[in-house]
């Protein structure tokens, strides 16, 4: 993945609490990193903790990709001069990962906004460190990225870029970072679609609303990925400049090591329950990434109405 070096980098879209913006916050019951239980208005991509700590469902480790908290406030104020400072151009991009998820950030949201226009209204992310406060509560880095439908905000802690590669085993690189924000974005979509409202609180199996809004965030990351080097930025000209088959394939492989059978049998007790998956199968994640990066069509997502989730 390459990012054109002329291109003027736009922070705007990202609060940075980094260095002491969250408020520490001990959270109980073995913290956030139970996968699977489902809290929506959105648990994002793997799963999360939900009312206060252990859960249930697919086994233990770091969330990926998010929770949604018992409410606790909005989080504290905070800036972005040192990060509008070190991220100017796409140069920076290409050098930088903090930076290169701010030209990801920029790139989706134009993507979405092309699509819905005036439907669509931004939703920034917040970079976090160690812990932070929501408008969904207290969350620590263990629940790996989410948004939080109750701010319209998405919050992300850098780390969990390593933690994909040292804890799951996925071989990562830049794009990789990029289809974690893009599943995000896919929520905030849904959120302003009211797709949200199709789905029960705490419904599991593999058939369930919660596996069908995952699945369906994964095909809007592709959807996405189709048009991210067309996307224009505000100068007229695509953001990025390349995407190739070897960012795609590591796509792939993240998505079919953060499916609800992978780490029940690899992180969890080793045994799978699929009564209480909520993400879908490793294959799904990956078919339905798929099917969004082949056709480029967010209308070819519509996971609600189809009886064959793969």
């Known amino acids: 993945m ?31 990193g139970v996968v699977g ?64 998820v701010v030209a990801d950030i920029e790139s989706i949201q134009d993507y979405w906004s092309g699509k819905l226009g005036k439907r669509y209204t931004p939703s920034d992310t917040v970079f976090f460190s160690g812990s932070t406060d929501t408008g969904c509560g207290s969350a620590t880095s263990g629940v790996g990225p989410f948004y939080c439908p109750a701010d319209e905000l998405v919050y992300i802690d850098l780390s969990f870029y390593d933690e994909l590669h040292t804890k799951f085993g996925a071989e990562g690189g830049l794009f990789v970072d990029a289809y974690v924000l893009a599943h995000e974005y896919g929520h905030h979509v849904q959120d302003l679609l009211g797709t949200n409202a199709r789905v029960q609180q705490g419904e599991t199996g593999p058939t369930s609303g919660s596996v069908r809004l995952e699945l369906q965030a994964d095909c809007y990351a592709g959807t996405w990925a189709n048009h991210a080097t067309t996307v224009p930025d505000d100068s007229g000209a695509p953001l990025i400049e390349e995407i190739t088959s070897d960012d795609i394939d590591r796509a792939l492989d993240t998505a079919g090591r953060i499916g609800d059978d992978f780490i029940q049998k690899n992180l969890g007790g080793g ?40």
């Open 271 to 310: 045994s799978v329950d699929e009564q209480s998956f909520t993400h879908g199968t490793s294959a799904q994640r990956r078919q339905w990434f798929t099917t969004g990066y082949r056709t480029g069509d967010p209308a070819r997502c519509d996971t609600f109405s189809t009886s064959d989730l793969g």
């Open 2 to 32: 390459r990012y054109r070096e002329d291109a003027n980098l736009d922070t705007s879209g990202v609060q940075d609490r980094r260095g002491g913006g969250g408020r520490a916050v001990a959270l109980g019951g073995g913290g956030l």
């Open 37 to 100: 239980v489902v809290v929506v208005l959105l648990i994002q991509l793997l799963g999360g903790g939900g009312t206060g700590g252990g859960g249930t469902g697919t086994g233990a480790g770091t969330d990926p990709f998010g929770p949604v908290l018992d409410g606790l406030g909005s989080g504290d104020s905070a800036t972005s001069e040192q990060l509008s400072d070190e991220c100017r151009t796409g140069q920076d991009a290409n050098d930088r990962t903090e930076c290169a």
